[in-house]
């Protein structure tokens, strides 16, 4: 049975979008396998996780659908704490108005707070096939305001972190870089790719450099 379900992802007294969820079957297998894969190589490295202290998951993963190019596949919310997921941990993104600040997804979990920043980014560059979102504390202090980084006044999540990356993307060297810094967003990295390996191979490198 398919069930409409409206509401607002609300974070710290602001409402971050309008989610119109249809709880209905998840993404087949075979669409998650490889995002899954990566996944749980995030995950492996703690750049995907929860925050004991804070009580909240952070980390999100994405990637835009095969068949359906204007649509994307991605991490539900509040799975950041399993080390494993299955394809009903995953929510198909069918439909986004940044203007708006409305989002459409499908599935048997709601799509994560941070989609319409995954949204952007598709929205920028049809080659744009892959985003991941992690937490590291260490590589977002010592890159921050070296790569690009969003103004620290931007909320994550939001129709103006939308915006502020496109700014980006049209007036810094972010579309070659593939990795930005959200400095509004205490350890928060965004690198995406052609596919999953090139996102992540982003951020190995910033890692291997770091060190």
Sequence with gaps: MIISATNQHIDEGYIKYNCEWQISPPPSPSLISNLNHWRKHVYTLKWIGYDANLKVGY???S????????????????????????????SLVSSFDIRQNTLKCEGAIKASSESLTHAIIYLLDK??????HIHHRQLWEQYKNKLPTTASTVPYGTPEMAYEIAHLYHTSDLAQQKV??????????????KDL???????????????
């Design 197 to 211: 390996a090139e996102a992540m191979m982003v951020l190995l490198k910033l890692e291997l450099l770091s060190t």
């Design 180 to 193: 930005l810094i959200m400095a509004g967003h205490q350890d928060g990295i965004i690198s995406f790719g």
């Design 63 to 90: 990637v835009r659908h095969p068949q359906q190019p204007k649509q994307f596949i991605i991490s539900g919310t509040q799975t950041g704490h399993l080390s494993t997921l299955n394809n009903e941990h995953y």
């Design 127 to 132: 080659n744009n096939q892959a985003v991941i």
């Design 59 to 61: 980390g999100n993963i």
